[in-house]
């Protein structure tokens, strides 16, 4: 597919939304398409508050496919138009997530389905996953229904980013999240420009 496709992962309080951000901005001249998961579309920020805010949760596999389903919606209406067009879009989590949250994290088996593209690059801004739900909650932020599982799902999670680079260490590219929002900054738009 023409266009550009990049996506950010990594666990929460990693400051992904924050990197996003900045390569927003730095890109603006190419009018970027800017999406986080799940949500971006109003089916999918519906999908969004039941997998997040439902209290009582739900299976593993349903949530697994719950996250697909905000994805797949987004993909046809927003990311795949976007990319047809020639445009860059970044996609702050993608299915890198639900491998290794729904993967690595609850033990479900996760496939990645022929109708959703790889993309041209991931940023994996890794942490180590206590110093994530740390940051959170230093920053006042509600922890949602995820991101309050024990400790081990998000070790899973972690453990899974890691094999994922070394399975495809073309397509990732794994920056340490504690150092300077802005070396970090640097470091992705020194990758992104030779894509661009
Ligand atoms: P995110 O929007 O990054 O969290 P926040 O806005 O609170 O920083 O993601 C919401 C949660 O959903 C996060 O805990 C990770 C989880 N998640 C999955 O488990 N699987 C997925 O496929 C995605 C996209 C997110």
Known sequence: MPGLFLTFEGPDGAGKSTQAGKLA???AEHHPLV???????????????LLLHRPQ??????????????????LETRIKPALAAGRVVIDDRYHDSTVAY???GRGVAVDWPPHFPKPDLTILLA???????GRLERAGKSLDRLDAEPLEFHRGAAATYDRLVKEEPERFLRLDATAEPERI???????VRKLL
Request: charge should be negative.
């Open 185 to 191: 900054h640097q470091q992705v738009m020194e990758r």
């Open 25 to 27: 901005v730095a890109l």
């Open 127 to 133: 942490l180590p996953p206590q110093d994530g739900i």
């Open 57 to 74: 949760g739900m299976s593993a596999v349903a949530e697994m496919y719950l996250f697909m389903a905000a994805r797949a919606e987004l």
């Open 102 to 104: 729904q993967g690595g």
């Open 35 to 49: 999406v986080r998961e799940p949500g971006g579309t109003d089916l999918g920020e519906r999908i969004r508050d």
